[in-house]
C-alpha cells in the first residue's frame, strides 16, 4: 500500500467510528429497520470513498454525510414504493435511552421531511440555520417544519398512549 492508500483507508476508519452511529440512528429512524438503514450507512460511506471529497471542516463534512444518507434513504423508500415496515425492536436496540421507545416509535410515523428536521434537532443538535443549509431549504422553512412536526409527533403520541 502506497501513502496516499494508507491515509485514505485511515480516514474511512476515522470517519467511520466518528460518524457511523449518528448516520445509522438518522438511517434506522428514517427507513424503519436496521437491514435498510445498515445499506443506506454503507452505500454512504462508498459514496464518501468514490467522491473522495475535501472539507473545509469537520462540520462540513458531517453535514455533507447527512445529506447523502438523507438521499440514499431517500432513494431506498422510492425503490420500495411503499411505506417501510417500521420494527421497533430495532430502534429500541439502537437507542440510548429505551424508555423513549413510544416517542422513537411515534416518530418513525411521521412523514420523512418533518422527521428528518426533528432528528437533526433534537436528536442530533442541529440549529435551524444548519438544518436549512443540509437539507437545502430555508430557515424559515425549517422552523415550519419542526413546528408542523412536532404538533404532528404530539398527535400521534397521545393516540397511542390512549
Known amino acids: 500500500m502506497d501513502n496516499t492508500s494508507v491515509r485514505t483507508a485511515e480516514r474511512i476508519e476515522n470517519i467511520i467510528n466518528t460518524q457511523g452511529d449518528m448516520l445509522f440512528r438518522l438511517c434506522l429512524i428514517t427507513l424503519g429497520n436496521s437491514h435498510d438503514a445498515e445499506d443506506a450507512v454503507q452505500e454512504t460511506f462508498i459514496k464518501y470513498l468514490k467522491k473522495a471529497p475535501e472539507f473545509k471542516s469537520d462540520e462540513h463534512e458531517k453535514a455533507w454525510l447527512i445529506t447523502v444518507a438523507t438521499n440514499k434513504c431517500k432513494d431506498i423508500i422510492r425503490a420500495k414504493n411503499h411505506q417501510p415496515q417500521i420494527n421497533i425492536d430495532d430502534v429500541n436496540e439502537f437507542t440510548a435511552d429505551s424508555t423513549n421507545s413510544d416517542i422513537m416509535e411515534a416518530l418513525m410515523t ?13 436528536i442530533e443538535g442541529y440549529s435551524t440555520k444548519e438544518i436549512a443549509r443540509i437539507i437545502n431549504r430555508t430557515t424559515s422553512a425549517v422552523k415550519m417544519r419542526l413546528q408542523k412536526g412536532r404538533s404532528l409527533l404530539k398527535e400521534t403520541y397521545r393516540k397511542e398512549l390512549m
Open 110 to 122: 411521521l412523514p420523512e421531511k418533518f422527521k428528518t428536521v426533528l432528528i437533526l434537532h433534537y
